[in-house]
């Protein structure tokens, strides 16, 4: 069954350093997107990516953050000068089409920012 | 703006029924989507409404009234492996992007 990939499933970081996060979505699926989720809290949407173009961002995905789909399959998520608040599971998912709400998500990436 | 709102928390035997509702304030909507997460785990989809109504997938069903902005995810026969947070999002934009509410975690007791 295909699935999506996220790698690293935990970092490590000093805060204020470059961190970039990858995940390989589902090969035919149109839609990508990235969320996080601070522990114990809900999943909160960052943006979403389609058409090789950012469609939509939060008021959290500010001028720290960058995404990038640089050939065809890998899809990244940067931060930039990372701070503590930035600690939290990120979550890439990617979704088939416009006429379904099955989101499937990758299992994960753990930052830990000290 | 967008928001959510589910009960925080839910208890129930196994065996039992439980029902998890969902309100909410959205613009751009196209549907209503269930997940379950597992502590330290990726949501898993669970169920999606886009039109009002019913829909059944073995011990899971779902429910939306658009006109009332109103869902509700059912279990059934519950199992102890049903403990995990439940969450309701919102489908809407033109990126079909989901809006997660707070999620209800349930507790499912022998």
């Known amino acids: 069954e295909p699935e999506v990939t996220q790698t690293p499933s935990h970092q490590v970081t000093q805060m204020g350093q470059e961190v970039i996060l990858r995940c390989v979505p589902i090969s035919n699926h149109l839609y990508f997107y990235w969320y996080r989720q601070i522990l114990g809290q809900k999943v909160e949407f960052l943006v979403s990516f389609y058409n090789n173009e950012i469609s939509e961002k939060s008021e959290i995905f500010d001028d720290q953050f960058s995404v990038e789909r640089p050939d065809g399959s890998n899809f990244t998520l940067k931060i930039r000068s990372t701070k503590l608040e930035d600690s939290a599971m990120y979550f890439c998912?990617?979704?088939?089409?416009?006429?379904?709400?099955?989101?499937?998500f990758g299992e994960g990436s753990r930052l830990t920012v000290l | 703006g967008q928001s959510l709102e589910q009960p925080s928390e839910v208890t129930a035997v196994e065996g039992a029924i439980v029902q998890i509702n969902c309100t909410y304030q959205?613009?751009?909507?196209?549907?209503l989507s269930w997940y379950q997460q597992h502590d330290g785990g990726a949501p898993t989809f669970l169920s999606y409404n886009a039109l009002d109504g019913l829909e059944e997938t073995g011990r899971f069903s779902s429910f939306l009234s658009r006109s009332d902005s109103y869902g509700y995810l059912l279990l059934q026969e519950l199992q102890m492996k049903d403990s995990a947070s439940y969450f309701c999002?919102?489908?809407?934009?033109?990126?079909?992007?989901?809006?997660f509410g707070s999620g209800t975690q349930l507790t499912v007791l022998p």
């Open positions: 999002a919102v489908v809407s934009g033109s990126a079909r992007q989901l809006t």
């Open positions: 959205t613009s751009g909507f196209y549907g």
């Open positions: 998912a990617s979704l088939r089409g416009s006429n379904t709400g099955e989101l499937f």
